[in-house]
C-alpha cells in the first residue's frame, strides 16, 4: 500500500514566523511532489512541485526533497494570517499522474 | 470560464435518485480525474481519463458511473448512493496523464447523500 503520511497539526506559528511542513512517504519510485494548500472548503491549489533532491524556493515558500530519506518538507517564510490552510504532500508513483495524497497538516498563524 | 469549473456546486439526494456531476476544463488538457475528498480522509483518486479512454478505475463501487465524452468534459453519475458516499467530489486535469504534470483542480461539488 502506498502512503504518504503527514503530521494532521494543527500547527500554530505566530505572525511573521518560518512554518516547516513535513512529509514522508512509502514508495521509493515516487517520483514527482507536490505542495497543495487547501482552504476550509475550498478546493486544492497547487503551491510548489519539486522532482529532484535539494532546495526549491518560489517567493515565501522553500520545497525541500530527500529521496534518500523518503522526505519532502515546505518551508514558509514570513507566515501570514491568510497562509492559514490545510497543506497537502502528494507523491506521483508510476509512469503517469497518480498522485497520493497524504491527509494533510493544518496551519494556524496567529497575528 | 478559466481553469477547471465544477456543476453543481453543492448536491442533495436520496438514496433512490440519480444524479450527475459535471466537470468542464479550459486549459487544453488530455487527461481528467474524479477524486473524492471526505472529513479528516486523504484525498481518494477515483477515474482516471486520457483523451477520453478510461485508464485507471480505482475500485469503485459501480453506483459511481464516469463518461468522459470529449477531452473537455467528464461527468460522474450516481445513483443508488449511501449515506457514507456523502463527501466533496473534485475533479481535475493534467496536460497529459503524466508523472510530472501539475494536477489543477476545480472547486468540487460538496454532496449529501440522506
Known amino acids: 500500500q502506498k502512503e504518504v503520511e503527514q503530521n494532521s497539526g494543527p500547527l500554530s506559528v505566530p505572525e511573521g514566523a518560518i512554518a516547516s511542513l513535513n512529509c514522508t512517504y512509502s514508495?521509493?519510485?515516487?517520483?514527482?511532489f507536490f505542495w497543495y494548500r487547501q482552504y476550509s472548503g475550498k478546493s486544492p491549489e497547487l503551491i510548489m512541485s519539486?522532482?529532484?533532491?535539494g532546495d526549491k524556493e518560489d517567493g515565501r515558500f522553500t520545497a525541500q526533497l530527500n529521496k534518500a530519506s523518503q522526505y519532502v518538507s515546505l518551508l514558509i517564510r514570513d507566515s501570514q494570517p491568510s497562509d492559514s490552510a490545510t497543506y497537502l504532500c502528494?507523491?506521483?508513483?508510476?509512469?503517469?499522474?497518480?498522485?497520493?495524497f497524504g491527509a494533510g497538516t493544518r496551519l494556524a498563524v496567529h497575528p | 470560464e478559466t481553469g477547471v469549473t465544477q456543476t453543481p456546486r453543492h448536491l442533495v439526494m436520496g438514496m433512490t435518485n440519480k444524479k450527475s456531476l459535471k466537470c468542464e476544463q479550459h486549459?487544453?488538457?488530455?487527461?481528467m480525474y474524479w477524486y473524492k475528498q471526505s472529513a479528516k480522509k486523504p484525498l481518494e483518486l477515483m477515474f482516471v481519463y486520457s483523451l477520453e479512454e478510461r485508464v485507471e478505475n480505482n475500485s469503485v463501487p459501480s453506483r459511481f458511473s464516469p463518461e468522459c465524452p470529449n477531452s473537455s468534459h467528464l461527468f460522474l453519475h450516481l445513483h443508488t448512493l449511501q449515506p457514507e458516499d456523502s463527501a466533496l467530489y473534485l475533479c481535475?486535469?493534467?496536460?497529459?496523464?503524466?508523472?510530472?504534470?501539475?494536477?489543477?483542480f476545480g472547486p468540487g461539488t460538496r454532496l449529501t447523500v440522506l
Open positions: 519539486i522532482y529532484s533532491n
Open positions: 486549459l487544453g488538457h488530455n487527461a
Open positions: 502528494a507523491a506521483a508513483s508510476g509512469g503517469y499522474t497518480k498522485l497520493i
Open positions: 514508495d521509493r519510485g515516487s517520483q514527482s
Open positions: 481535475a486535469s493534467s496536460r497529459e496523464v503524466r508523472g510530472t504534470d501539475t494536477q489543477y
